[in-house]
T-cell receptor
């Protein structure tokens, strides 16, 4: 199918690690992205991974990519209350100027004290 | 840091009225995108411009929606007439194609929240 799928909701305690999962569809996708959306705001690009990589680490963020299973995950270490938001994964389909992003449904992360 | 600007931030209109949204992309970004985000869902692409030309408008409901980017810089998205089902967040994004590593990364504006009553 065409859908990029994510679980709807995740709740973690402050200081714990969060893992947000995503299943995408297009095996030819070149880049996969994670965006963060706070209430009433636009999307903020958090990080991305190129399709020939298995892992990428960026400060508290770790992205894991399993191309065989078309599975992408975002791990947030030492989760803080400011991390509470909706997280979207997106895959880039196509090439060059014709490339476009297809977004998942979003995972709402709730961080509790 | 350069940002994508959008206005208005909020718009309430009655059904059958016309409404317009404006977007100013990051300076130098040749590609501009309009997305619609229905509450509880991810953004869906409505139209993509490369400079002043439309690259993809396959998901744009052309009977009531129109978009233009006359000088290849800022852009306007119009809905006429608005329907109840058009209530959503309308997001604008831009990206560069300068041949760098960060090409095609999309940077989003704050969005316009449309409510049709």
């Amino acid at each position: 199918g065409e859908d990029v799928e994510q679980s709807l909701f995740l709740s973690v305690r402050e200081g714990d690690s969060s893992v947000i999962n995503c299943t995408y569809t297009d095996s030819s996708s070149t880049y996969l992205y994670w965006y963060k959306q706070e209430p009433g705001a636009g999307l903020q690009l958090l990080t991305y991974i190129f399709s020939n990589m298995d892992m990428k680490q960026d400060q508290r963020l770790t992205v894991l990519l399993n191309k065989k299973d078309k599975h992408l995950s975002l791990r947030i270490a030492d989760t803080q209350t400011g991390d509470s938001a909706i997280y979207f994964c997106a895959e880039r389909r196509g090439t060059g100027t014709a490339s476009k992003l297809t977004f998942g449904t979003g995972t709402r992360l709730q961080v509790t004290l | 840091e350069a940002e994508v600007a959008q206005s208005p931030r909020y718009k309430i209109t009655e059904k059958s009225q016309a409404v317009a949204f404006w977007c100013d992309p990051i300076s130098g970004h040749a590609t501009l995108y309009w997305y619609r985000q229905i509450l509880g869902q991810g953004p869906e692409l409505l139209v993509q411009f490369q400079d002043e030309s439309v690259v993809d408008d396959s998901q744009l409901p052309k009977d009531r929606f129109s978009a233009e980017r006359l000088k290849g810089v800022d852009s306007t998205l119009k809905i006429q007439p608005a329907e109840l089902g058009d209530s959503a967040m309308y997001l604008c994004a831009s990206s560069s194609v300068g041949g760098g590593r960060r090409d095609y990364e999309q940077y989003f504006g704050p969005g316009t929240r449309l409510t049709v009553t």
